[in-house]
């Protein structure tokens, strides 16, 4: 979703439920796609990337799927823990570009 | 082990005065990047930098300035002409087109 303002969209889940966070792109010739996670006062780290020409991705309790004709991302998180709250950013790349185009983000939020 | 340092992890700056960030990295990245993140908000870019000795504006480069001397340094100065200079700032690096970028644990700047 898109952030107002100084307020992040938020999603609150239950410890050991699934999360899905999900972020929409905007060019259609973006070919690489990334999702970080941002804990307070740090850097953001990466989680999982994904290219074009895939429409699903797997990491360890982490899937990223990619819907290019909505032009639509979303990232699962298996089981989710405690240490899972963070802000959760996507971020698009286009073929021969240096740079990322980043979302606002999403604030996950679990409840123990 | 490899990675990119940021420093100093806060930093108070003064009315009128310039300051400047550190971003270091030795992950042999060809691409740096300098990014101000406000409370609730996304990253927005302020200058990047794909080869030593040359740069770019980003989306706010006003009252900022960098150099790149060196492929491994990047720093970020930021001048009094920046009104609003309060902000968490971060540093990254990538080694390709179309790839993702590896952060540094981010600066937090605070005008006294």
């Known amino acids: 979703g898109e952030s107002v303002g100084l307020h992040l969209p938020t999603l609150s889940v239950q410890e050991g439920d699934n999360s899905i966070i999900n972020c929409a792109y905007s060019n259609s010739a973006s070919d690489y796609f990334i999702w970080y996670k941002q804990e307070s006062g740090k850097g953001p780290q990466f989680i999982i990337d994904i290219r074009s020409n895939m429409d699903k991705r797997q990491g360890q309790r982490v899937t990223v799927l990619l819907n290019k004709t909505v032009k639509h991302l979303s990232l699962q998180i298996a089981a989710t823990q405690p240490g899972d709250s963070a802000v959760y950013f996507c971020a698009e790349g286009g073929a021969g570009s240096y740079q990322l185009t980043f979302g606002k983000g999403t604030k996950l939020s679990v409840i123990p | 082990d490899g990675g990119i340092t940021q420093s100093p992890k806060y930093l108070f700056r003064k009315e009128g005065q310039n300051v400047t960030l550190s971003c270091e990295q030795n992950?042999?990245?060809?691409?740096m990047y300098w990014y101000r993140q406000d409370p609730g908000q996304g990253l927005r870019l302020i200058y990047y930098?794909?080869?030593?000795?040359?740069?770019q504006k980003g989306d706010i480069a006003e009252g900022y300035s960098v150099s790149r001397e060196k492929k491994e340094s990047f720093p970020l100065t930021v001048t009094s002409a920046q009104k609003n200079p309060t902000a968490f700032y971060l540093c990254?690096?990538?080694?390709?087109?179309?790839?993702?970028?590896?952060f540094g644990s981010g600066t937090r700047l605070t005008v006294v």
């Open positions: 992950l042999n990245h060809d691409a």
């Open positions: 930098s794909q080869i030593v000795n040359d740069f």
């Open positions: 990254a690096s990538s080694i390709e087109r179309g790839g993702g970028y590896t």
